[in-house]
């Protein structure tokens, strides 16, 4: 079953924009990841956040964890086409070591 | 090094035919994991191993999947005897077990078409 819900299933922006992507889940956690995957790939790790985290960042990229509403973010800053690929969260629930993958957020960046 | 490597890259089986995927995990990875992808269900997680150990098999959907992990640079998934509905991408991944707070390597996936 999936425990990670996207939000929005497809976003479209323009290159430059900012993209915005949402992710909830069901149980407690020790931490939340976000992957990337383009068209007929295999799934790439971008960025982990621990449970005990608020916010992390890796070059463009802006995550945020609010465990209170069990919810994380992901804002993809200044994008590119190249961007362009669905982006997934996954959660490594407490006790569990493998990782439940969300339904994912295809993003379609326009140049 | 050159990654998770699953082979083939595409399987098109017919029916009733017994079909083995297999991968090969970044060396010095102590966890491996498969999971399966289609469009109406996503990603879901089949089994995973520990230390060439299988932790949890609960995602195998029925007793014509099995899979193993001899030694530690290897893992086999197998279908017996396949059907339509096992068509999907098969992805192997690999990770640090040891260390909790670690994200895992996949593998570009095998496409396996049942026909």
């Known amino acids: 079953s999936q425990q990670g819900e996207e939000d929005p299933q497809a976003l479209s922006i323009q290159e430059g924009e900012n993209a915005t992507m949402n992710c909830s889940y069901k149980t407690s956690i020790n931490n939340l990841q976000w992957y990337r995957q383009n068209s007929g790939r295999g799934l790439v790790h971008l960025i982990l956040i621990r449970s005990n985290e608020r916010e992390k960042h890796s070059g463009r990229l802006r995550v945020t964890l609010d465990t209170s509403k069990k919810s994380s973010s992901l804002l993809i800053t200044a994008s590119r086409a190249a961007d362009t690929a669905s982006y997934f969260c996954?959660?490594?629930?407490?006790?569990?070591?493998?990782?439940?993958f969300g339904s994912g957020t295809r993003l379609q960046v326009q140049p | 090094d050159a990654g998770v490597i699953q082979s083939p890259r595409h399987e098109v089986t017919e029916m009733g035919q017994e079909v083995t995927l297999r991968c090969k995990p970044i060396s010095g990875h102590n966890s491996l994991f498969w999971y399966r992808q289609t469009m109406m269900r996503g990603l879901e997680l089949l089994i995973y191993f520990n230390n060439n150990v299988p932790i949890d098999d609960s995602g195998m959907p029925e007793d014509r999947f099995s899979a193993k992990m001899p030694n530690a640079s290897f893992s086999t998934l197998k279908i017996q005897p396949s059907e339509p509905r096992d068509s999907a991408v098969y992805f192997c991944?690999?990770?640090?077990?040891?260390?909790?707070?670690?994200?895992?390597?996949f593998g570009s996936g095998t496409r396996l078409t049942v026909v």
């Open positions: 991944a690999s990770s640090d077990w040891g260390q909790v707070n670690s994200g895992y390597t």
């Open positions: 996954a959660t490594a629930s407490t006790g569990r070591r493998a990782l439940t």
